[in-house]
């Protein structure tokens, strides 16, 4: 499996920023530059990995909707102790969706997996044990977001789980400024400069949209969920369980 290169993308002064995508040249960094960007990361993929021990069932799907390079859909193929089930992952880069074989490929397991390339908005959810958007729902129109969380809930078995990562804004707007300054230490700690943190934030301006995080739990209620809870915060980036 080829290693991941340094994440230089933002590195040198770019007369214009273009609107951020997930494209070859992201790809090739992509592992560098989340680990770098997204605290907590590794600690989320672990557990995604154990919530499934937990979730999922026999003869049932699970989705990793949004799965980049396949670190979630890996980290459940590792964990599962089901029998007769299957990992639906998609992503609509088509970048993304060839690397994600290949590191599918890389790894042996019981469970088999196909990853899909399109929109996961279009996507049926059917007999679900487990689904995850692990850092995806920010990058969907906002206007879709509780139709997509609604598909989710119809689409898994009682007492299925949907497991949500997201970057958050805090509703206190004093609050909110301490977490995203500690979000920027975090990101100088990891040796990004001041230029490469003011490009790749330009960049995300227009196409990653935030919620807070009763805005989350408000519109999972609506989609169905009975449950749901954080288990995971660092700054301003938290994940939650949601049990049907």
């Known amino acids: 499996m080829k290693p991941s290169e340094p994440d230089l993308i933002f590195s040198n002064k770019q007369n214009q920023v273009k609107d951020f995508t997930f494209d070859a040249q992201v790809v ?23 919530l499934s021990q937990r979730f999922v069932v026999d003869n049932s799907n699970i989705y990793d909707l949004g799965c980049s390079l396949g670190a979630a859909t890996l980290a459940m193929r590792k964990s599962i102790k089901a029998d007769n089930c299957k990992i639906i992952g998609v992503d609509n880069s088509s970048a993304m969706v060839e690397r994600c074989k290949m590191h599918v490929n890389a790894f042996k397991g019981k469970t088999p997996v196909e990853i899909i390339e399109g929109n996961i ?13 692990n850092f995806t729902l920010q990058f969907i129109e906002p206007k879709t977001r509780l139709a997509l969380i609604t598909k989710i809930a119809e689409g898994l078995k009682p007492g299925g789980l949907l497991l949500l990562s997201e970057k958050i ?23 990004y400069s001041e230029l490469e943190i003011a490009q790749k934030r330009t960049a995300l301006e227009k196409v990653m949209r935030i919620d807070s995080l009763p805005e989350h739990i408000a519109r999972l209620e609506n989609a169905g969920f009975s449950h749901s809870t954080p288990w995971f915060q660092c700054f301003n980036f938290f994940s939650l ?4």
């Open 121 to 133: 908005l279009d996507i049926a959810i059917e007999n679900a044990s487990m689904v995850v958007l």
């Open 169 to 191: 804004s805090a509703e206190d707007g004093v609050c909110n400024e301490h977490l995203v300054d500690l979000h920027l230490d975090f990101k100088r700690a990891n040796g």
């Open 241 to 244: 369980i949601a049990i049907k």
């Open 28 to 50: 090739e960094v992509f592992p560098d530059m989340i680990s770098r960007s997204v605290p907590g990361y590794n600690t989320i993929i672990d557990t995604i990995g154990r």
